[in-house]
């Protein structure tokens, strides 16, 4: 019985924990804003679990870049492993949408940016980067979480289902960001 409440004790305080640091780091994200745009959805899904591409809405937002180079870089893992947090503590965006730590929110593929290499020193005081080249307009996509939603009822509907979503973004990035732990 003592080991039963304080195993339960303990999972109490790990969850409360857990949450207020899940508090604290979207408080810091949104002290910290500098931008304050909405990500586009780029892919969206449909009930049947087929893939909208909104290619209209990626051209139109890629015109932001004003004809420079553009990069992409897209966070990959499982869901509420932090890839949307990651994205708005990096931008400094406080338009984004995120889990509870448990229940995902992102569903598709969000695009953000676009963003450039002197502005996002800037924001986190690389003074080494602020003075480079403004050549470069960099966008972030945030892809919906492996296991978040069912996608399929055995593992290889699955799979299918995330290579397709996935290796579009995969193959157009400069930079693949993969985040393992949970946020």
Do not use: C
């Not at 209209?56 to 004003?66: I, P, S, T, W």
């Not at 080494?128 to 892809?143: A, L, N, Q, R, V």
């Amino acid at each position: 019985k003592i080991k039963t409440i304080k195993i339960f004790e303990k999972k109490k305080i790990e969850h409360i924990t857990s949450w207020t640091l899940h508090i604290s780091f979207h408080f810091l994200i949104i002290m910290n804003a500098s931008v304050s745009r909405k990500p586009i959805i780029i892919a969206d899904i449909l009930p049947n679990n087929e893939i909208k591409w909104h290619t209209d809405l990626l051209l139109e937002a890629l015109k932001k870049a004003n004809g420079k180079f553009i990069r992409f870089v897209v966070l990959v893992g499982g869901y509420q492993k932090g890839k949307t947090s990651f994205i708005a503590l990096t931008t400094g965006n406080d338009k984004h949408e995120f889990g509870n730590g448990e229940n995902a929110k992102t569903i598709g593929a969000l695009l953000d940016g676009p963003y450039t290499i002197p502005e996002l020193a800037h924001r986190w005081r690389i003074k080494k980067y602020e003075d480079i080249d403004d050549d470069e307009s960099i966008f972030f996509i945030d892809i919906e979480g492996f296991g978040s939603f069912n996608r399929g009822n055995a593992e290889n509907q699955m799979k299918a289902f995330y290579s397709k979503l996935y290796a579009p973004f995969i193959a157009i990035s400069s930079n693949i960001i993969f985040l393992l732990e949970k946020n």
